[in-house]
């Protein structure tokens, strides 16, 4: 992802607002469980991320 790129996000969004020395304020916090591209608006590509394996750990993981 990238800036400008048309995202999507899943989680809790939670907003805030307040008054400090007479200015009022407002605060948006996204707490995000999943983010992705929007396919709506264009394609994707998927890319699997590959970690390497530690010496002496079989390749399949646990």
């Known amino acids: 992802m990238t800036v400008g790129e048309p995202l999507l996000a ?3 969004l ?3 607002q307040g008054e400090r020395d007479g200015k009022r304020w407002t605060s948006a916090e996204i707490e995000a469980t999943a983010a992705g591209h929007d396919l709506a608006r264009g394609t994707s590509s998927f890319r699997r991320v590959v970690r390497a ?3 002496g750990e079989p390749a399949g993981g646990p």
């Open 14 to 16: 939670r907003v805030r």
């Open 53 to 55: 394996v530690p010496a």
């Open 10 to 12: 899943r989680g809790r």
